[in-house]
């Protein structure tokens, strides 16, 4: 069965870098894109970033662009959020999930999440 | 980028009552393929979001059929036909036609009364 791991968040001071990480199975995974979004405490969902199943192309919000890196090492299966120049508004928790493949309509799997805070 | 609005954003109902939620966006989302790219997804407290609907009207595997999607365009409506214990959480809709960003809507909250 399909599944996400995310792992790699954690309680940081502003100004300072994480990065996330999320190990997924189940599926041909150098196949699909990959997205992360991003949930803020009692918040909506927020589309974060977007890495093409071969990692030729990349997408970020802008409120990240610049700051946020999204990786893939398809060896590993495993997509990367590269975090760096946090902010207290970044706290969120940070969702991996399925992107486009073929006929399969992106956004159909979810990992658990993973929580970053940023605070002093 | 393309605005997605819901309403209502609190929705009390009673089981076994039918429920229905709104989203309109601020652009048409008919991609140039023709097809339109709306999903619904529903997030019940403490778990992540999960897919119910995608292009409008598809459920996705193991959603009940009280659930259904419609609209077209800008107009778009999330309908459980007989509302369930199960069924209380925030559902939200996304467009995918006008990317990047891929956009949501704000929630909607689902209560039983």
């Known amino acids: 069965q399909v599944q996400l791991v995310e792992s790699g968040g954690g309680v940081v001071q502003p100004g300072m870098s994480l990065r996330l990480s999320c190990a997924a199975s189940g599926f041909l995974f150098k196949e699909y894109g990959m997205h992360w979004v991003r949930q803020a405490p009692g918040k909506g969902l927020e589309w974060v970033a977007i890495i093409w199943y071969d990692g030729s192309n990349k997408y970020h919000a802008e409120s990240v662009k610049g700051r946020f890196t999204i990786s893939r090492d398809n060896s590993k299966n495993t997509v990367y959020l590269q975090m760096n120049s946090l902010r207290v508004e970044d706290t969120a928790v940070y969702y991996c999930v399925r992107g486009y493949y073929a006929n399969s309509p992106p956004f159909d799997y979810w990992g658990k999440g993973t929580l970053v805070t940023v605070s002093s | 980028d393309v605005v997605m609005t819901q309403s209502p954003l609190s929705l009390p109902v009673t089981l076994g009552q039918p429920a229905s939620i709104s989203c309109r966006s601020s652009?048409?989302?008919?991609?140039?393929?023709?097809?339109?790219?709306l999903n619904w997804f529903h997030q019940r407290p403490g778990q992540s979001p999960r897919r119910l609907i995608y292009k409008v009207s598809n459920r996705d595997s193991g959603v009940p059929d009280r659930f259904s999607g419609s609209g077209s365009g800008t107009d778009f409506t999330l309908k459980i036909s007989r509302v369930e214990a199960e069924d209380v959480g925030v559902y939200y809709c996304m467009q995918g036609t006008h990317w990047p960003p891929w956009t949501f809507g704000q929630g909607t909250k689902v209560e039983i009364k």
């Open positions: 652009q048409s989302l008919v991609h140039s393929d023709g097809t339109t790219y």
